[in-house]
C-alpha cells in the first residue's frame, strides 16, 4: 500500500479568503497547501474594480505567514453595471485573472450580483475577446424553482444560450453539484470547464439533516442526492482536463453558522487536499490527483505549472472540532473526523 505520495504542488481554482480578522485567521490554510487560488470577490463591499482588487491582493498578502509561497489570483465581481474598459484594463495589468458572475441573491454577498444576464453583453464580449475566464455560480434564483433543481434549471435557461452567443468564451461552472453539471461540462468544448470541491465529493444531502439540522454541511449550491453526488466524484477522478480542484473554502464564525438564519458555507481549507485524497483513493486511482490538484487548472487558464511539490503521508490524522480562537472560530470540514492522509509541511 501507498504510504505516501508527492504531486506538484497544487493551486486551489476557488476560494473565499475574507477580509479583515477572519482574512487574517484563514488565509495561512490556504497559503500552506496551494501555490495559488483563485480569489472570490465577495466581499461587503465587492471587489468591482481594479483599485480595489489590488488593495485586496496586498492585504492577502500582508496576512500570510512569513516564508508562504503563495500568489493569490483575483477576481473581479460583476454587477449590473460592470464596465468592459475596467476589466479590460485590469486583466491587462494582471490584477484580474478572471470575473465572476453572482445571480443576484443567488448566495452569500450576492446582492449586488447580476439581474439579467444580458445587461453584461458588452462585458462578455470583451472578455471573449481577451481570453479572460468568466467564473459561474450557476444556480437561478427563482423562489419558485426548488432549491436542489437551481443548478440544473440555470443549465438550460442561462449556461446553454451563453455558450451559444458567446462560443468562445473560457467558462468554468464553478463547485458543480449535479450529473447534469458534470455532463454538461463533458459534453462541451474545451472552453467549458467546472471546478469541484471536497464536499460535494463526499456529502450528499443527507448529511444537512442526519439526526437534526446540521448547519455546518450546508453550503451553496447545497449537496444534493446521492446519484449526483456519484456522478461528479466520476467527473473528478475520470481524468478529464475540464474538472479541477476549487474548494470553495467558505468560513463563517460558528455564530453565524449555527443561527436561525445560517450562513451557507464549508471551511475546508484546513484540511482539502487529505480530503480529495481520500477520494481519489477510494475510487482507486490515486496517480490521478496530480492532474486535477495541479496540472488542469493552470492549463485551462493560460498558467505556468507551479515547480514545487507537496508530499502526503498516510497516517491518520484527526480534525479538530474547532479551528481558531477568540472571536474567530470556525468549525471545518471533517470536524471531528479522522482522516487517513497528513500533509506534510
Ligand atoms: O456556500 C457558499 N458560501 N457558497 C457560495 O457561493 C458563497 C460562499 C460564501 O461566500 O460564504
Ligand atoms: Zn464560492
Not at 52 to 65: E, S, T
Not at 180 to 198: C, L, M, R, Y
Not at 207 to 221: K, N, Q, S, V
Request: aromatic share 8%.
Amino acid at each position: 500500500m501507498t504510504s505516501q505520495i508527492t504531486i506538484r504542488r497544487p493551486d486551489d481554482w476557488h476560494v473565499h479568503l475574507r477580509d479583515g480578522a477572519m482574512l487574517e485567521a484563514v488565509a495561512g490554510y490556504t497559503a500552506r497547501q496551494f501555490g495559488r487560488a483563485i480569489v472570490m470577490p465577495n466581499l461587503t463591499p465587492p471587489v468591482v474594480n481594479v483599485a480595489a482588487a489590488a488593495a485586496y491582493r496586498d492585504r492577502i498578502l500582508a496576512a500570510l505567514p512569513q516564508n508562504a509561497d503563495f500568489t493569490p489570483l483575483m477576481t473581479c465581481y460583476l454587477t449590473d453595471g460592470a464596465d468592459p474598459t475596467e476589466i479590460e484594463k485590469g486583466f491587462a495589468q494582471g490584477v484580474f485573472v478572471a470575473c465572476k458572475l453572482y445571480p443576484a441573491h443567488a448566495t452569500t454577498n450576492s446582492a449586488h450580483g447580476v439581474t439579467d444576464i444580458r445587461k453584461l453583453t458588452d462585458v462578455l464580449e470583451t472578455m471573449q475577446r481577451i481570453g479572460m475566464p468568466l467564473l459561474i455560480h450557476g444556480e437561478v434564483t427563482d423562489r419558485d424553482i426548488d432549491i436542489f433543481d437551481r443548478e440544473a434549471v440555470f443549465i438550460d435557461r442561462i449556461l446553454t444560450p451563453l455558450i451559444r452567443d458567446f462560443p468562445a468564451l473560457k467558462i468554468v461552472l464553478e463547485h458543480i453539484t449535479t450529473a447534469e453539471s458534470a455532463e454538461f461540462v463533458a459534453d462541451s468544448g474545451s472552453q467549458i470547464a467546472a471546478t469541484i470541491t471536497p464536499q460535494h465529493l463526499i456529502i450528499n444531502r443527507n448529511a444537512i439533516f442526519d439526526g437534526g439540522i446540521r448547519p455546518h454541511a450546508y453550503c451553496l449550491p447545497v449537496a444534493k442526492r446521492e446519484r449526483h453526488r456519484l456522478a461528479v466524484r466520476k467527473a473528478a477522478v475520470s481524468g478529464s482536463p475540464k474538472f479541477f480542484l476549487g474548494t470553495d473554502s467558505a468560513p463563517h464564525g460558528i455564530d453565524r453558522k449555527e443561527a436561525a438564519c445560517g450562513c451557507a458555507g464549508i471551511f475546508n481549507a484546513p484540511f482539502a487536499l487529505e480530503s480529495y485524497a481520500q477520494v481519489f483513493e477510494e475510487e482507486g486511482v490515486l496517480d490521478r490527483l496530480e492532474g486535477f490538484a495541479s496540472e488542469h487548472g493552470p492549463k485551462f487558464y493560460g498558467l505556468p505549472l507551479n515547480e514545487g511539490t507537496v508530499t502526503l503521508k498516510r497516517e491518520d490524522v484527526i480534525v479538530p472540532d474547532v479551528v481558531g480562537q477568540g472571536d474567530i472560530r470556525v468549525v471545518p470540514f471533517h470536524a471531528g473526523e479522522t482522516l487517513r492522509w497528513r500533509f506534510a509541511d
